[in-house]
């Protein structure tokens, strides 16, 4: 099926560092979608975005959170600065108008 | 609360048996999807449903809107089955939004 990729897998920041997670979503997809899943506890919601603006975003997307895509490279999403708190595996997810959702294998962030 | 409740949370099943797997919703819920977790994370999609039924192999998934709830079913469940089975869904209030239930982990047993 179409594969959203994310890089890096894997992600170790000290407290109060910037992190930018990349995502690459399927070619044509319009609508993008950041997730957090904390170990052994659900998906939340963070954030969705289309035509180059935050549609909706959670409770959970704190100031601190930023996502852009610019020029149709990758969708960021950057967290600056980084808290204990933040440390969970981020999804990323693409679909076009009212479809499935795909998701990419997740980054794991750590902050120590 | 919980927008989307799965049940169980857990289950063990013996190769080559049956189960169901459960979610109701207390939102007004348009879509849904089922995803299945492995032991390494990655999501893959099984299903997308509006209201009604859709089977793959032997999977098959029912969604009924009005009564606000999905189901799961495995037929012949085999090993590689196993992993974390999540439901979630688009309410009407905020499409392009899955709430996601907090998954049943499936453990297939020979």
């Known amino acids: 099926g179409p594969k959203v990729l994310q890089i890096p897998s894997h992600q170790i920041i000290d407290m109060g560092q910037m992190v930018t997670l990349n995502c690459d979503p399927v070619s044509n997809h319009l609508y993008f979608y950041w997730y957090k899943q904390i170990l052994g506890q659900q998906m939340e919601f963070l954030v969705n975005?289309?035509?180059?603006?935050?549609?909706?975003k959670s409770k959970l997307f704190k100031d601190q959170f930023s996502v852009e895509r610019p020029d149709g490279s990758y969708f960021t999403l950057k967290i600056q600065p980084t808290a204990l708190e933040d440390s969970a595996v981020y999804f990323c997810a693409s679909s076009s108008v009212q479809d499935t959702q795909y998701f990419g294998p997740g980054t794991r962030l750590l902050v120590l | 609360g919980d927008k989307v409740k799965q049940s169980p949370s857990a289950l063990s099943l013996q190769e080559g048996t049956n189960s169901a797997l459960r979610c109701n919703f207390s939102i007004a819920a348009t879509t849904v999807q089922w995803f299945l977790q492995n032991p390494r994370g990655s999501l893959m999609n099984l299903f997308y449903?509006?209201?009604g039924t859709k089977e793959n192999g032997r999977l098959k998934s029912a969604f009924d809107s009005k009564e606000s709830y999905s189901t799961l079913h495995i037929r012949d469940a085999q090993l590689e089955d196993s992993g974390t089975y999540f439901c979630?869904?688009?309410?009407?209030?905020?499409?392009?939004?899955?709430?996601f239930g907090s998954g049943t982990k499936l453990t297939v047993e020979p």
């Open positions: 449903l509006v209201p």
């Open positions: 975005f289309y035509n180059g603006k935050v549609m909706e």
């Open positions: 979630a869904a688009e309410a009407i209030s905020n499409y392009n939004v899955l709430y």
